[in-house]
């Protein structure tokens, strides 16, 4: 399997970030995708391959051009205003404190951070950019007619929305690909988000939409972020209905709940009945993640993988979250192996 890869992810580096009240190392960190290309190139699991350079316009399918402009100019006006350190809201904006877009980059920034989660540095749209361009590309590869690429995108995507980052995210890649596929002359697109943490960008961007199908096996969010999204009951609403499922378990869970959960995801998808796959392929929920909650080992993984290659689809892999470094190389290569057949 193909590997769509740039070293232009370390541009974004936050080194900080702020956990449980205190300003710890990034979980988030370049080592992250760095380890991972390295596993890939070990194991042999095939070429890796840089991305082309996508059009500004290809995001702005998925998000809105005022939000591409903040991040575009963010650096510029935030080092202008006599900053240096990270970006990070200093108000949150709720829908009764209104819509006004403010002029100031603080404002700015406040409109278009959901959380405190994704913090901007003088490299995150370079960064940022870098990953959807890895995610676009493996779904050309894909759709020139590869069975299956992986999209090792860093940083991650699936907390992102239209118009707001957090959890990590900037650019919902995942979501940016599947539009793409559309727009390639795919009928119907189903994303299937194996992170531990709910996808809340990606479900919101097509809560509404039956051409993108969006299924999660995810923490709950009654005790797990993103907390306000990802409850079963969450099904999609006017054309959109009946085209999200979400699969919250307790945290503590091991591999039998999860994959009961997730073989009754793929019979919805199976229903669905699909042109191609995207899966969001966080392996957060791994037994050792310092973040996370869930008990998948590292042979779960290589399952997942086989699961996902019986299925028959077109599938375009995009990397998400998975905090537990030294495990990070093993976990993700046992998916693409395990979905190639083959045994590392
Ligand atoms: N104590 C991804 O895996 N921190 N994002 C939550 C809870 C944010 C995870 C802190 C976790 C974001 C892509
Ligand atoms: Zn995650």
Redesign the pocket.
Known sequence: MITVFTADHRLHDSKVEL??GKLVPSFEKPERADVVADRIRAVGVGEIVPPRDFPLDVLARVHSRSYLEFLGTFWAQWTAAGYAHNGYPTCERTWWMGDRAPGCVEGQVSRHCHDF?APLTSGTWRAARASANVALSAQEIVRKGARAAFGLCRP?G??AYIDSCG???YLNNAAIAAQACLDDGAARVAILDV???HGNGTQAIFYRRSDVFYGSVHGHPDQC?PYFLGYADERGSGSGEGFNRNYPLRPGVDGRAWFAALEELLKEIRQYGPDELIVSL?V?AFEGDP?SRFRLSSTDFSRLGECLGAQGYRTVFVF??GYAVDALGTNVTNVLEGFEGRHS
């Open positions: 956990f449980a989660a991650p699936h907390h959890g990590y995210c992170d531990f943490h972020y966080g957060d973040i998400e979250g």
